[in-house]
């Protein structure tokens, strides 16, 4: 074999550095937009925030805010009053400090040891607790990583910390932490439930009634009485005791907004986004002679940028506008009805209408969130497949799911529909759904078959 060198000719797309930034700007949704144009004025000194029209728009902004008061108060429809009884509780109302799980575990531990060792042990244990509360690591690793050959030590202490609040806490399996539970809700007196926790959970989940009360020897309504026992534990025990998160939220990209007209408006969400200009001053710059060629060519490069951030975010403005005024117009029925009236809708549809490419609609709706009359929802949500309905009408696959999980919210718990029954419901409604598609949906949504949801 011999290795030789050869040229060939072919042809390869580049896309230009416009299009890369308006792809990159069209994918970001608004918070990390704001981080973006934060770091392009850092970065790029031509760069920078129009103050005249920054100011017009919170002029703006400050006129609609006092003409929706003025309507509000005319209306009746106060969103607050000046002279409401709770003002003065809700200004002495301390602030409420939450306590994380650990804090509340450590709190526990240095009151119930005082050897500095086995607080170290005791820290290390609750220090490798996953988010349910569950212990991740062995006492095996945990001696290794504190240097400890007393592995009976480091077994005692975690015996101490499972005795803690809440119930259950650094258990090692489902199975440990149910016995945990068993001892505290049932006195320590009800074998049934405990031979069922250490040997037929797997059972239990499948509802297996008689073959668990043949295994254990006992009546077929006390296994079902400790089922209904078993089924009030808390399998996650640390999940009532984290902190909520406020600092979690979403930041919507489009506003669909809703006069006393009946009429909806959309609004993109520019919130953090300035007004942007290029530095008139370096612009001068540039027709001076006495100005250096590198310094020339530096002020030119940041000049294209600058220019093209600017075109970029214009061009994501305006294509999400356009997506949002489609969704409107074919979504209309689901703003003002609720989910069941949702209609089918792909990325071709909306691609075709605005002229735009498939690809560049999946981008523009990549983790954007729509605020609407019936909630918020991520743009994503309103595209899905039909299933045939009555005459050339579709129905969303959306809106069935959403059909199936109000159907068996409402059903009779002792006698829970089936697939069947609930292909029934649809037919009797206009709408041709398969067995195995209602089955399909129902798992997606989590759903367990009729013959295990029955009580």
Do not use: W
Request: proline residues 4%.
């Amino acid at each position: 074999m011999k290795i030789s060198t050869s040229t060939n000719q072919i042809q390869k797309q580049l896309l230009a550095p416009a299009m890369q930034k308006s792809i990159e700007m069209l994918l970001l949704p608004l918070t990390e937009l704001n981080l973006s144009i934060d770091q392009e004025l850092q970065n790029n000194p031509l760069l920078e925030i129009d103050e005249e029209k920054l100011k017009s728009v919170q002029n703006q902004t400050a006129d609609e805010m006092l003409k929706m008061l003025a309507y509000s108060r005319q209306s009746g429809n106060l969103p607050f009053s000046n002279n409401s009884p709770d003002d003065e509780i809700l200004e002495d109302r301390p602030i409420r400090m939450e306590t994380c799980l650990e804090d509340e575990l450590l709190q526990q531990l240095r009151i119930e040891l005082s050897d500095p060792l086995d607080i170290r042990i005791g820290e290390m244990i609750i220090g490798s607790l996953n988010e349910d509360g569950y212990l991740t690591a062995t006492c095996e690793e945990i001696a290794q990583v504190l240097g400890i050959d007393d592995l009976l030590r480091v077994n005692y202490i975690l015996t101490i910390v499972q005795n803690f609040e809440p119930v259950g806490i650094a258990s090692r399996d489902l199975k440990e932490c149910l016995l945990a539970q068993v001892k505290l809700g049932c006195n320590g007196s009800s074998e049934v439930v405990q031979k069922i926790v250490e040997g037929y959970l797997e059972e239990l989940g499948r509802k297996k009634f008689q073959k668990i009360a043949r295994k254990i020897n006992v009546h077929l309504e006390s296994v079902k009485k400790a089922a209904r026992l078993i089924a009030l534990f808390e399998p996650k025990p640390a999940r009532n005791y984290r902190p909520i998160k406020t600092s979690l939220y979403i930041k919507p990209d489009i506003l669909i907004k809703k006069d006393e007209n009946n009429e909806y408006h959309i609004e993109i969400n520019k919130d953090g986004i300035p007004p942007l200009r290029v530095n008139s001053q370096y612009h001068r710059m540039l027709r001076e002679n006495n100005l250096k060629s590198e310094e020339r060519e530096f002020i030119r490069e940041k000049l294209k940028n600058a220019l093209f951030f600017i075109k970029s975010i214009e061009q994501r403005g305006s294509t999400i506008t356009r997506i949002s005024e489609h969704i409107l117009e074919k979504q209309r029925d689901f703003f003002d009805s609720g989910h069941q009236h949702l209609v089918p809708m792909t990325l071709k549809d909306i691609a075709q209408t605005i002229d735009r490419n498939e690809s560049t609609i999946s981008r523009a709706i990549s983790n954007k969130y729509m605020d609407t009359p019936q909630g918020t929802f991520p743009l994503k949500f309103f595209f899905s497949q039909g299933v045939s309905g009555t005459g050339s009408d579709a129905v969303a696959s959306r809106s069935i799911k959403e059909a199936i999980k109000e159907l068996v919210n409402s059903e009779e718990k002792a006698s829970p529909l089936s697939d069947q029954d609930i292909q029934g419901y649809f037919r009797n409604k206009g709408t041709t759904i398969a067995r195995r598609t209602i089955s399909k949906y129902r798992q997606a949504l989590r759903i367990l078959p009729s013959h295990l949801r029955k009580i």
